[in-house]
């Protein structure tokens, strides 16, 4: 079956440094990948997403590139901010039976920036 | 903005009570979801609502139901909690190209 792999749990970063959050997958077949966003006490939401091979997708300042070659979709940013400060969710859409995409997570980053 | 809205935001009961939490959505999508979110922040999907046509992931104990009158609804039903199901149960609805419009969420804490 489908997996996605997170795997940092945590990243301690100081303000201004750039941010690296690495996903890896696994899929016989993917439609999208994404990156969803939860900060504290928040609802996750949709950061960046992306089903074209090695193109940069941009958004918020974070950019990710989906490459199908070493079927990864690392989240990256410049220069972190404190209010990047939250839980990040790599996740895939796979095909499944029934048209009914199946939608796996992985197991979740929470990036701390420190000042 | 949003979209999905979940009731109530938190709730506090007892071993063995039943709990009910709603969800709507005005999205007006097909397809709802019910996750749950453990201490360690895994997401853990539990129901999909598709259709009229119920998904459920077979490691649901079967204390938990899905309610839903109409494609806009997704409740969630747990029939006599137990410790284990304090958590954050997220509602979520899911649009064409597959990305999903979450809740804030119900925490349960279960006594």
């Known amino acids: 079956g489908d997996s996605v792999t997170q795997t940092e749990g945590l990243v301690t970063l100081t303000e201004g440094l750039p941010v690296m959050l690495n996903c890896t997958y696994q899929?016989?077949?993917?439609?999208?990948l994404f990156w969803y966003v939860q900060h504290l006490n928040e609802a996750p939401k949709l950061l960046l997403k992306s089903s074209t091979d090695n193109k940069r997708t941009e958004h918020q300042g974070f950019h990710a590139t989906l490459h199908k070659s070493s079927s990864s979709f690392h989240l990256q940013k410049s220069s972190a901010q404190l209010s990047d400060s939250a839980l990040y969710y790599c996740a895939l859409s796979g095909m499944a039976t029934g048209g009914n995409n199946k939608l796996t997570f992985g197991q979740g980053t929470v990036l701390s920036v420190i000042p | 903005e949003t979209a999905v809205f979940q009731t109530p935001n938190y709730h506090v009961t007892q071993v063995g009570n039943e709990v009910s939490f709603n969800c709507k959505q005005t999205?007006?999508?097909?397809?709802m979801y019910w996750y749950k979110q453990d201490s360690k922040k895994l997401l853990k999907i539990m129901f999909s609502y598709n259709n009229k046509q119920l998904i459920v992931n077979e490691t649901v104990p079967r204390r938990f139901s899905p309610q839903s009158s109409d494609k806009a609804h997704l409740n969630l039903r747990i029939k006599s909690v137990e410790p284990e199901d304090s958590a954050v149960y997220l509602c979520?609805?899911?649009?064409?190209?597959?990305?999903?419009?979450f809740g804030a969420g119900t925490r349960l804490s279960v006594l």
């Open positions: 979520a609805s899911r649009d064409r190209g597959d990305t999903l419009y």
């Open positions: 899929t016989a077949y993917s439609t999208f």
């Open positions: 999205l007006g999508h097909d397809t």
